[in-house]
């Protein structure tokens, strides 16, 4: 069985200025603080003598690749990408950074924000602008009935709020 895996459609390059702080804020720290750290301890480990049979050192060894490798990937992604910190003109269509309200048709009512393929976080409610429902609700505006392929069969929703503050956020 052959391990080759097609490569994946390259991901949008937009991220909100919230999303690249962090990316900043994680490549610095693994620079910075972690990488030295790994060092260290590689470097005691290797001063117990062989190495072949020395479990720190080798734990630490592909420690340092994994955070080479994350380095690498973040210093060349945030070369690339461009980051969004303006609100649109059109405030009541849905681009990205949206925070966008849907009804279903059972009533249930669920609130995303549509960001970056970097910031994805289930928890927060952000889902990629890459993602089918994203890409359906854009250019979108309030009213609008979008229509869903899931793995579950198709969904429908309509459009209840549009905005690009966080809900519950006090603007006054």
């Keep these: 069985m052959s391990r080759y895996r097609p490569p994946a459609k ?17 490549l610095k720290y693994l620079w910075k603080i972690k990488r030295p750290q790994v060092t260290e301890a590689v470097r005691e480990a290797a001063a117990q003598g062989d190495r072949s049979e020395n479990a720190e050192y080798i734990y630490g060894k592909k420690q340092l690749r994994e955070i080479d490798r994350r380095v690498r990937y973040l ?13 649109p003109a059109e405030t009541d269509k849905v681009f990205f950074g949206a925070w ?16 970056g393929p970097d910031e994805i976080d289930t928890d927060k409610s952000y889902i990629s602008m890459d993602a089918p429902l994203a890409r359906a609700l854009l250019k979108k505006s ?17 459009i209840i709020q549009i905005s690009y503050h966080p809900p519950n956020q006090d603007n006054g």
């Design 100 to 115: 966008v309200t849907l009804i279903d048709e059972e009533d249930h009512e669920v609130c995303y924000r549509i960001v």
């Design 75 to 87: 210093s060349k992604r945030l070369e690339d990408i461009t980051v969004v910190d303006r609100i």
């Design 142 to 158: 309030l009213d609008d009935e979008v229509e869903v392929q899931t793995p579950n069969g198709t969904k429908h929703y309509e």
């Design 10 to 26: 390259p991901s949008s390059k937009y991220i909100t200025a919230e999303g690249e702080r962090k990316l900043t804020e994680e």
